[in-house]
């Protein structure tokens, strides 16, 4: 089975751009989370979404968007790029709940 | 005080050591426990979750959960240096819609 696959593994962008990373969950798999993660803040949880819904917000400004499509499929876009925006963008994918979440390999964003 | 709190390590062992890692967290709503192992440049990968309090074998790992003290705990015996690696714990409600990672603890497991 085909794990959490992330694209692109590398992005460098420079201020005041916006990206858009994608994330394709296990098959079988509606919910997606999204994580950023850095050496100073950790783990932070961006947002999550579960049949094309948006089921939970965290806190995060709203630069910080994202949408799921109907094959589950998720992406993310973070607009105004700023240098703090640095960090490895993680994916994550679950049945149903956040709790047993499996995650892929992440996009490593570099502002510059 | 943060949500979860977790021993900031670095920790160094030698093989075949037992491995004890913690996790504090201040929120009693939280109901479902999980350790991650992160190795460099790749996702967290889940190694155990738990629900409520108790013990979890798998293998040369156990998970402890003690939700009256708040406090949850890794074992790993007969460390490897494969084991070498950053351990998250996360924890969440019974709706996940609470979900939280400790810092992390980066463990070396010399030969």
């Known amino acids: 089975k085909a794990g959490v696959t992330q694209t692109p593994r590398y992005l460098i962008k420079t201020r005041g751009q916006q990206v858009t990373l994608s994330c394709s969950p296990i098959s079988g798999h509606r919910s997606v989370s999204w994580y950023q993660q850095t050496p100073g803040q950790g783990l932070q949880f961006l947002f999550e979404?579960?049949?094309?819904?948006?089921?939970n917000k965290g806190n995060f400004p709203g630069r910080f968007s994202g949408r799921q499509f109907s094959n589950s499929r998720s992406e993310m876009n973070v607009s105004t790029l700023e240098l703090g925006d640095s960090a490895l963008y993680l994916c994550a994918s679950s049945l149903s709940r956040v709790n047993e979440q499996f995650f892929g390999p992440g996009t490593r964003l570099t502002v510059l | 005080q943060k949500e979860v709190e977790q021993d900031p390590g670095p920790l160094s062992v030698p093989e075949g050591a037992i491995v004890s890692l913690n996790c504090t967290y201040s929120n009693s709503a939280f109901q479902y426990f999980m350790w991650y192992r992160q190795y460099s440049r790749k996702g967290p990968e889940l190694l155990m979750y738990t629900y409520s309090s108790g013990n979890k074998e798998d293998g040369r790992f156990t998970a402890q959960v003690d939700k009256s003290s708040k406090y949850i705990s890794l074992f790993i015996r007969d460390s490897q240096p494969s084991d070498s690696a950053t351990y998250l714990c996360?924890?969440?409600?019974?709706?996940?819609?609470?979900?939280?990672f400790g810092p992390g603890t980066r463990l070396s497991v010399l030969p």
């Open positions: 979404y579960f049949s094309e819904t948006q089921r």
């Open positions: 996360a924890m969440s409600d019974n709706y996940g819609q609470n979900f939280v």
